[in-house]
């Protein structure tokens, strides 16, 4: 982590950034507006991870949350991260089965 990067410092809400890849997140899984679609941005405090990482929680009614992580600030994801990280998801879910 960079020692100038304060986490409790205030961010700016980017709203327009944050439709954007909720929209993403909907089309990629072929989500009904029943779905809630997340997003948060955590600071992480470890070695070896980013400064800022995005969580997109998908909320299905009746089923576990599940969760795409990007290793971005939100300002700074892809249409691209958010297929990766649903890759990802998808293998790690493969992998508990």
């Excluded at 507006?33 to 992480?44: H, R, S």
């Excluded at 299905?60 to 691209?80: F, M, Q, S, W, Y």
Aim: aromatic share 4%; hydrophobic share 40%; with cysteine.
């Amino acid at each position: 982590m960079s020692r100038s990067f304060n986490p409790l410092a205030p961010r700016r809400a980017l709203p327009e950034r944050t439709r954007l890849i909720k929209a993403w997140v909907r089309d990629l899984y072929g989500l009904d507006e029943d779905v809630v679609v997340c997003l948060t941005e955590l600071a992480c405090r470890e070695d070896g991870c980013p400064d800022i990482e995005t969580i997109v929680g998908i909320m299905r009614p009746g089923r576990k949350i599940e969760t795409l992580r990007v290793n971005k600030a939100i300002d700074a994801v892809t249409h691209c991260d958010i297929e990766a990280a649903a890759q990802a998801q998808a293998h790690t879910s493969e992998d508990k089965v």
